[in-house]
């Protein structure tokens, strides 16, 4: 059984690490300091389990678990933290375990053999369902592994038949999540503007009229333009009045 | 105020404010008795004797009061008061009856004649008894107001004192446990530093430490935290020109430290840079804690709880002398805590 050990601090790595060599059956493949590390080692270390701790900086353990779920394969995943004062929000997000530090050897046994029966199915049913934390991140996979947007670097989002296209400071990527939920999700941070585009409310610079009579949205980035409905147009005009 | 005056009851009748409050009543009861209808006659000369009577009933009666005070406050308020109240009116039957004989024997008449004069003593002890329970009442319920403002403050401020963050104790214990695998002997240090923090959050190192103990504590606190941090914590002290020897309540500052790694270091992913000042400036002292802050501020349960916490104490040790000053910046966040030159609680406790 293969296991990825997920904690900022690196004593705390440690201590989950040694424990794991007394557990037969368990092998360290991988430990990673942040969220962002474990989304970018877990596609190529394929881990059975993510041991997790939930408090890290700039994203923490349980925003990494929902990127974790768009993994073809998900690992099943078992918090470890401090205080219990997430234990509701670890369920939420459909984890198979949950173990307060200092862990105890037999209680991460337990933990195991729990992920052992039940894998990782658990958090693929739980992707994107219910009204959740907003994410700091959007999660993207490309050929195989796991791609992290800043949330704050998404200029506009657009759907495209099942996928919604990022575009973003670095370039595009492909998510397949409805975009009714990344609206509702990050309703204070972007604006719909047309059935199938959403604009990041700090982007949008003004509205121009083309002579034909549709109205375009203009965006900071390199002169983009975007198509406004008619439905959006009123509620937009006094966006940007007061911009 | 000592520890033995916190329960007390009884006001302290010798004290110039409750002497003062007895005259004051003395005075306007001489009044009443000469301006009564059916007094004889209101004039100044009436006015005077029956003054100089009530006041030294009442200074008389203040006396015998604040004598007994020690062996009436054993008892419980309702019998105390009660056997307070019947000492006045006992003295003041007394007093009456002394200064009729007097009267009698000197044939001055001011106790009256007649019908007035048998009525003289019952009368003082009558009115004796009203006023006196009006009195005592008032005495008591402004006590009793004082003690509750003394105890609501004083609970206060044992609920301020006594915080540390759970994740942080359960957080150390994680890296004690994962120590003592490796490195004994810094798993040692840890649950010495650890000890120490928690023997001042508990309230066993007293109310009173100085500012080089609480350094100490600080020092203790950091050294727990780079063990958990690693080198995501790094920090500049330059705390030398402080006074080690100045009185301040323990914690103090160490919950400021705690708050800065709290909210600032620790949301970083590659840490930061914890600064600590401290300087002579014009009046007083003043240490500065500083700390980088995320970009986007993370909501954390009990954001500037802390900072809130350690104003009220130090108003409540300081007065208005001292100061708690946060001053958010472009990319950081300091805490000046300013105090004034001399502590007042340098002054030895009673």
Known sequence: MKVLVVDDEPLARERLVALLGEIDGARVVGEAG????????????????VLLDIRMPAMDGLEAARHLAALEAPPAVVFCTAYDEHALAAFDVHAIDYIVKPVRAERLRQALDRARRYGGEQLRRAG???????????????RGSLVLVPIGEVAYLQAEDKYVVIHHARGQVLIEEPLKDLEEEFGDRFVRIHRNCLVARDRLVGLLRTPDGRTLARLDADGVELEVSRRSLPGLRKLVKNL | ???????????????????????????????????????????????????????????????????????????????GLLIAWLVMIGVTTLAALLIQTMDRALALGLTGSGAAAARFVPANAVLCALIGAALLRYLFVIEQWRERVRAA??????????????????????????????????????????????????????????????????DHYLRIESLRLGPRLAVRRDLDALPRAYALPPLLLQPLVENAIHHGIEPLPEGGTLDLTGRRVDGGWEIAIGNPCPAQPVRRAGNGHAIDNIRARIGYHFGDRAALIAAPGDGCFRVIVRLPLESPMNVPAQ
């Open chain 1, 128 to 142: 994107g369902s219910g009204p959740e934390r907003q994410r700091t991140h959007l999660c993207a996979r490309v």
């Open chain 1, 34 to 49: 942040s969220g962002a590390a474990l989304l970018e080692a877990a596609p190529a270390l394929q881990p059975d389990v």
């Open chain 2, 153 to 218: 403050s004083k609970a206060q401020v044992d609920a301020l004192q006594a915080r540390i963050r759970p994740h942080f104790l359960f957080n150390s214990m994680n890296t004690i446990a994962s120590l003592i695998r490796t490195r004994p002997a810094d798993a040692e240090r840890a649950v010495e530093d650890l000890s120490d923090l928690f023997r001042a959050a508990l309230g066993a190192s007293g109310a009173r430490g100085t500012l080089g103990e609480e350094l100490e504590r600080v």
């Open chain 2, 1 to 79: 105020m000592s520890d033995a005056d916190d329960h007390r009851w009884l006001p302290p009748f010798c004290s110039l404010p409750t002497l003062f409050a007895v005259m004051l009543v003395a005075e306007l009861v001489a009044l009443i008795v000469v301006l009564a209808p059916g007094a004889d006659g209101a004039t100044l000369m009436r006015l005077g004797i029956v003054s100089v009577y009530l006041q030294w009933l009442g200074l008389l009666n203040a006396v015998v009061l604040c004598s007994l005070r020690g062996a009436l406050d054993r008892l419980t308020p309702r019998s």
